[in-house]
C-alpha cells in the first residue's frame, strides 16, 4: 500500500469516527436505544415479554370522540405533528367496521358494531411483511414481537408502506419540526423529512418500566400484555371474550385484537 493511500484511509477513517460520535452527542439520552436494532429494553425497570400483545374492549367506547385522549397521548409521547391536510402523520388514529375490517365473512355483525368506529394503529403482526420489504433494515422486529423502527437507516423507498396491508405507516412528506414549537416529549427523538414512522407499541416506556401511552390513557380500556403467558391480562381476555383481528386470513398474526 502506498503513502498516499494509507493517508486517505487514516483520513476517511477519522472523519467517519468523528461523525458518528458527532451524532451520537447530538442525540437525547433515551434516543441512543434507537440506532441500532435492540437497543431498547436495556433499562433496570424494563417490562419484558415473549409476546407484547393489546387487547381493546371497544364496548366501552361510545364515539369517535372517546378515543381522542388515547391519540392525544400517543401522538403527545412521540412528537408526532398535526400537519395541515392530506400528508398528516397518525400512528393512532379511527376509522369505521368496514374500512377497518373489509374481509370480514359475518354478514350479520350487530348493527352497534357496524356502526361503531374503531382505533387503527400498527399490528406489530408475528409475520410483518414491512419487515421482509425494508432494504436496509430500518424495521425490524424484536425478540418481544414488536416491529420497531431505526429512522436512522430509513432511506424513504416506502417498500414497507406498500407492504403494509393496514396502512399503518406515514411517511414525512414535510419537516415535521416544522409543525411544532417545540417537541411535546423532549426524551423522544423527532423526525426527519423523507422517513416512514409508525406505532412502537412504546417500546421506550416498556424499557422505563411503563405502559404504553394510550394503554395508560384508557383506563383499564386496553389491555397490554405478554401473549404467551396464560395468566396475562390479554390472555384472559381473549379466553372470556369473543375478539377479532383485522384481516387474519392474510396470515401476518396481527397482534392487536378488538373485543366486540
Same mark, same amino acid.
Given at each position: 500500500?502506498?503513502?498516499?493511500?494509507?493517508?486517505? &484511509?487514516?483520513?476517511?477513517?477519522?472523519?467517519?469516527?468523528?461523525?458518528?460520535?458527532?451524532?451520537?452527542?447530538?442525540?437525547?439520552?433515551? !434516543?441512543?436505544?434507537?440506532?441500532?436494532?435492540?437497543?431498547?429494553?436495556?433499562?433496570?425497570?424494563?417490562?419484558?415479554?415473549?409476546?407484547?400483545?393489546?387487547?381493546?374492549?371497544?364496548?366501552?367506547?361510545?364515539?369517535?370522540?372517546?378515543?381522542?385522549? &388515547?391519540?392525544?397521548?400517543?401522538?403527545?409521547?412521540?412528537?408526532?405533528?398535526?400537519?395541515?391536510?392530506?400528508?398528516?402523520?397518525?400512528?393512532?388514529?379511527?376509522?369505521?367496521?368496514?374500512?377497518?375490517?373489509?374481509?370480514?365473512?359475518?354478514?350479520?355483525?350487530?348493527?352497534?358494531?357496524?356502526?361503531?368506529?374503531?382505533?387503527?394503529?400498527?399490528?406489530?403482526?408475528?409475520?410483518?411483511?414491512?419487515?421482509?420489504?425494508?432494504?436496509?433494515?430500518?424495521?425490524?422486529? /424484536? !425478540?418481544?414481537?414488536?416491529?420497531?423502527?431505526?429512522?436512522?437507516?430509513?432511506?424513504?423507498?416506502?417498500?414497507?408502506? !406498500?407492504?403494509?396491508?393496514?396502512?399503518?405507516?406515514?411517511?414525512?412528506?414535510?419537516?415535521?419540526?416544522?409543525?411544532?414549537?417545540?417537541?411535546?416529549?423532549?426524551?423522544?427523538?423527532?423526525?426527519?423529512?423523507? +422517513?416512514?414512522?409508525?406505532?412502537?407499541?412504546?417500546?421506550?416506556?416498556?424499557?422505563?418500566? /411503563?405502559?404504553?401511552?394510550?394503554?395508560?390513557?384508557?383506563?383499564?380500556?386496553?389491555?397490554?400484555?405478554?401473549?404467551?403467558?396464560?395468566?396475562?391480562? +390479554?390472555?384472559?381476555?381473549?379466553?372470556?371474550?369473543?375478539?377479532?383481528?383485522?384481516?387474519?386470513?392474510?396470515?401476518?398474526?396481527?397482534?392487536?385484537?378488538?373485543?366486540?
Amino acid at each position: 500500500m502506498n503513502t498516499n493511500r494509507r493517508k486517505f &484511509l487514516k483520513v476517511a477513517g477519522l472523519s467517519a469516527f468523528a461523525l458518528t460520535s458527532g451524532l451520537s452527542a447530538l442525540l437525547p439520552d433515551d !434516543a441512543h436505544a434507537q440506532l441500532a436494532p435492540g437497543g431498547y429494553g436495556t433499562g433496570k425497570n424494563a417490562l419484558h415479554a415473549k409476546r407484547w400483545a393489546m387487547v381493546i374492549d371497544t364496548r366501552k367506547f361510545r364515539t369517535a370522540e372517546d378515543y381522542k385522549p &388515547l391519540i392525544k397521548a400517543c401522538h403527545d409521547a412521540h412528537n408526532v405533528p398535526d400537519i395541515p391536510g392530506n400528508k398528516n402523520i397518525k400512528w393512532l388514529w379511527v376509522d369505521t367496521y368496514e374500512h377497518a375490517f373489509p374481509d370480514d365473512m359475518n354478514e350479520h355483525m350487530s348493527d352497534r358494531v357496524k356502526s361503531t368506529f374503531f382505533p387503527l394503529l400498527c399490528n406489530h403482526c408475528t409475520n410483518p411483511p414491512c419487515v421482509r420489504v425494508c432494504p436496509t433494515q430500518a424495521t425490524y422486529k /424484536m !425478540a418481544d414481537g414488536i416491529v420497531a423502527m431505526d429512522y436512522h437507516r430509513c432511506i424513504g423507498c416506502r417498500f414497507c408502506m !406498500a407492504g403494509c396491508p393496514y396502512g399503518a405507516r406515514s411517511f414525512n412528506f414535510y419537516d415535521p419540526r416544522r409543525y411544532m414549537d417545540e417537541p411535546s416529549n423532549p426524551r423522544f427523538p423527532t423526525r426527519m423529512i423523507g +422517513v416512514v414512522e409508525k406505532c412502537t407499541f412504546c417500546a421506550e416506556r416498556l424499557a422505563q418500566g /411503563m405502559m404504553p401511552a394510550c394503554v395508560e390513557a384508557s383506563n383499564g380500556k386496553i389491555l397490554f400484555g405478554d401473549l404467551n403467558d396464560p395468566s396475562s391480562p +390479554v390472555r384472559r381476555a381473549l379466553a372470556e371474550n369473543y375478539s377479532i383481528r383485522r384481516k387474519p386470513n392474510l396470515g401476518t398474526q396481527p397482534g392487536v385484537y378488538y373485543l366486540i
